[in-house]
Nanobody, 120 residues
Framework: QVQLVESGGGLVQAGGSLRLSCAAS????????MGWYRQAPGNQRELVAS???????DYANSVKGRFTISRDSAKNTMYLQMDSLKPEDTGVYYC??????????????WGRGTQVTVSS
C-alpha cells in the first residue's frame, strides 16, 4: 500500500507565505506525476500545480508567479511554496501521486488534505 501525508497548512494573513509538504511512503517503486489540488467550500476540487518525474511543472493561472512546486525524488516528497497568499487561496490542499508499486501495479493515490486559511 501507498500512503500520502500532507503537512504545512495553517492560518496566514494575506500577503504571507506557507510551504506545504507531501510525503509518500509504502511499497513504492517509482512515482510519476505528482500534483497539488485544492477544494474550497462549495467548490469542486481543482488542480493547483503538478510536476512530472522529469520535473516539468504546470500551474493554474490563478497561482502562476506566486506558487512554486518542487519534489525530492530520493525522499518521495513533494513541496508547494506559496507566496503572496490571497484569501481566495483558502481551502483544503490535497496531494495526488501517480505511483508504480514494487509489485509493478499502477495507481493514483491521494492524501487526506491539509487546511490553508488566508485571512484578509
Amino acid at each position: 500500500q501507498v500512503q500520502l501525508v500532507e503537512s504545512g497548512g495553517g492560518l496566514v494573513q494575506a500577503g504571507g507565505s506557507l510551504r506545504l509538504s507531501c510525503a509518500a511512503s509504502g511499497s513504492i517503486f517509482i512515482i510519476n506525476t505528482m500534483g497539488w489540488y485544492r477544494q474550497a467550500p462549495g467548490n469542486q476540487r481543482e488542480l493547483v500545480a503538478s510536476i512530472t518525474i522529469d520535473f516539468r511543472t504546470d500551474y493554474a493561472n490563478s497561482v502562476k508567479g506566486r506558487f512554486t512546486i518542487s519534489r525530492d525524488s530520493a525522499k518521495n516528497t513533494m513541496y508547494l511554496q506559496m507566496d503572496s497568499l490571497k484569501p481566495e487561496d483558502t481551502g483544503v490542499y490535497y496531494c495526488k501521486a501517480d505511483v508504480v508499486t514494487r509489485a509493478m501495479a499502477t495507481g493514483i493515490y491521494w492524501g487526506r488534505g491539509t487546511q490553508v486559511t488566508v485571512s484578509s
